[in-house]
């Protein structure tokens, strides 16, 4: 507001200036062609400057012309599809704010002249008018009138997008109104959702919601989401290899198809910071207690165990397996519910299973079926590349849910 009135007083003084310049020089335009406001009751337009001329108009009080130039006290305005002369005294000039779309924008002493200011994207910019496609404006940040080009001043106010922490609901829990238990419940959000952090107090950070709602919660019930997954340790245990096929589907091998799923699910592990160990990362057989054995070395804090199912042709649908309740469940439910979302397809539970790589295997462990190849139009869904996508996706989300309370 300060510089927007300091910006009318400059405007002011070029106007008296250029009222001064043509008092003496007889017909001299003004510089630029600029916005003004009829503070006049009703104000007559002439064909020409001065009162003895005919009244070829009428503008009103409060409307905007646009003042085209200007002389011994009378300014050439042009009106919707009119124009003609009308007494200076009964305008007010009005400026209007531009923003800088520019990375750099010249600022220059005349429209095209030399350069006496750098403005950066995003300036905000008092416009008093133009000449051509060259805008007069005031730059409160550099103190300084000049002339930019039209094309890199826009009036819509740029969005500055702050960045936010993002923060992740560890278990379901409720977002209250206020930094404390005694504060009333906005919402109950589930483990998993995704916040941004505005504040912290006592304990307690404000948060907001994707849709916009804002609330707080306790800080031991969040966490910061790129801490989920770093540093641990996962072995993906792709079913089968070398001689041992495993299922047959019509065209598809399932040790292809696990082969396939454990490299499109390493890169979104790693991207999380964890440490991704494969059981084998060629074509190659492996005893089953190999395959533990690599869990147990490495003290895995998951191993999974990918397959894919046969039974009968109309067979449809995902299991996921674990062996020891207590250990193994928890992972199993979590991956089971990650490949369903994920994939759509039908949802057989999760189940014991007596395997020997979850039985002998002393780190938390699920034995995952990703379908049915002997379903020829699963068969056909799974090894598309889109299907690999999504089940990877799924064992991700269902790592990073199992992981997140802990
Ligand atoms: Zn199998």
Redesign the pocket.
Known sequence: MRFASLGKTILCFLVLFSFLVSFHAESTEAAYSFQAKVTADVLNVRSKPGTTYSIVGKVSKGQVVTVLEQKNGWSRISYGTKSGWVSSKYLTAITWTGYVTATKLNLRSTPGGSVIGTLSKGTALTVYGKDGTWLKVYSSSIRKTGWVSASYVTTQKPIIKATYTKLVFKVNSNLRKGPGTSYPILSTESAGTFVDKLSEKDGWVQVKKLNGMIGWVSASLVRDPATVLKGRVIVLDA??GGYDS??RGVTFL?KNL?FTTTLTLTPLLQKAGAKVILTRSTDKYLTLAQRVNISNYYKANAFLSL???AYSTTSTGLMTFYYNYSKDAPLARSIQNGIVASTKLRNMGAKYGNYHVLRDNRQPAALV?LGFLSNPYEEKLVATSSYQQKAAQGLYNGLFLYFLPR
């Open positions: 079913g089968h495993g299922a399932e696990t397959h894919y199912n079926e």
